[in-house]
């Protein structure tokens, strides 16, 4: 069992450049979530998934895109990328309504120049 | 959910008991209390979390008060690694609220 992955774990853009970061996870979870952390601050939810073909806003989703074809992946792209999306992505899941145990990933460090 | 609040920093000699508080005087009667630790760098990971009863696993031991107004999170034995920003959340399980509200939790330093 890996968990959660995510991938790039470093990534540098220039602004207006478009990105998609991608993550899995192989624990057949049906929830799926995708955080920043901006230094200092707590995480903040961009976009969820309850299952495949669900997607939902959270609380900062302007910039991002989300898709969910598959119960495994969750990509997160960026459309065009401001400073202001410099930042670590945290992914999560959590298998169903029952438990709120939730799975983080990695983490990826986003510079946008 | 409720708000919670916490000491933003503690320290803890290694080997010794960590107790971690966590005041949530606005919880209601069907939110739960969970506890998260992020090490630097690193993803959250899940602690514990409980209703009313006292709980304890591997990790840690979770006490709450009889009021639910307070918890404790205690890490019987801390070691270097417990170093980390400790995260007390209040929320409802399940359903729709599905979102989880990270404050700016207690960073935890274990001296040697």
């Known amino acids: 069992n890996a968990g959660v992955t995510q991938t790039p774990k470093f990534q540098v853009l220039k602004t207006g450049q478009s990105m998609t970061l991608q993550c899995a996870q192989d624990?057949?979870?049906?929830?799926m979530s995708w955080y920043r952390q901006d230094p200092g601050m707590g995480l903040r939810l961009i976009h969820y998934?309850?299952?495949?073909?669900?997607?939902d806003q959270g609380e900062v989703p302007n910039g991002y895109n989300v898709s969910r074809s598959t119960t495994e992946d969750f990509p997160l792209r960026l459309l065009s990328a401001a400073p202001s999306q410099t930042s670590v992505y945290f992914c999560a899941s959590r298998l169903a309504v029952i438990t709120d145990t939730q799975y983080f990933g990695p983490g990826t460090r986003l510079t946008v120049l | 959910d409720a708000k919670t609040t916490q000491p933003p920093s503690m320290d803890c000699a290694e080997g010794r008991a960590a107790n971690l508080p966590c005041n949530h005087s606005t919880i209601s009667g069907n939110e739960y209390v969970y506890w998260y630790r992020q090490i630097h760098s690193q993803g959250p990971q899940y602690i514990i979390h409980g209703l009313k009863n006292n709980e304890t696993n591997e990790m840690a031991s979770l006490i709450i008060t009889e009021d639910r107004k307070s918890s404790t999170l205690i890490l019987p034995h801390a070691t270097l690694r417990d170093t980390a920003v400790y995260y007390c959340i209040v929320m409802n399980s399940g359903g729709s609220n599905y979102k989880l509200t990270f404050g700016k939790g207690t960073l935890l330093t274990v001296n040697p």
């Open positions: 998934s309850v299952g495949a073909g669900i997607t």
């Open positions: 624990m057949n979870h049906e929830y």
